[in-house]
């Protein structure tokens, strides 16, 4: 139900662009993060955006280089990724959460018990 793609290999100072198509979904007030795994690291969330409201979501390591935006007509959500770092190597999943904002702002955006639905994940690497 979820479709990422837009990994790659890219040099530090580089960008990549990723998709997340959703389909299956049918409640339309959703939310939907991003999160990475590095190796060796626990998976963890960069990015958010929720269908409510429009709201957005950053973690601070991302913030200023990374851009989250959809395009609800064609039920995708798209990751900017600018001025990469070797950090930010890893696999890049998108997920969706049902859960209204009042609890994803109670448990916080990144608790990935709220997400319902994951893609399969898409690798970036950044080389130095």
């Known amino acids: 139900q979820l479709q990422a793609s837009g990994g790659g290999l890219v040099q530090a100072g580089g960008s990549l662009r990723l998709s997340c198509v959703v389909t299956?979904?049918?409640?339309?007030?959703?939310?939907i993060g991003w999160f990475r795994q590095a190796p060796g690291k626990e998976r963890e969330g960069v990015l958010c955006?929720?269908?409510?409201?429009?709201?957005?979501y950053y973690a601070d390591s991302v913030k200023d280089r990374f851009i989250i935006s959809s395009d609800h007509a064609k039920s995708t959500v798209y990751l900017q990724m600018n001025s990469l770092k070797s950090g930010d190597t890893a696999v890049y999943y998108c997920a969706v959460t049902l859960s209204p904002l009042g609890v994803m702002n109670k448990y916080g955006w990144r608790t990935e018990e709220l997400y319902t639905y994951w893609g399969q994940g898409t690798q970036v690497t950044v080389s130095s």
């Open positions: 955006i929720s269908r409510e409201d429009s709201s957005t």
């Open positions: 299956g979904v049918t409640y339309d007030d959703y939310a």
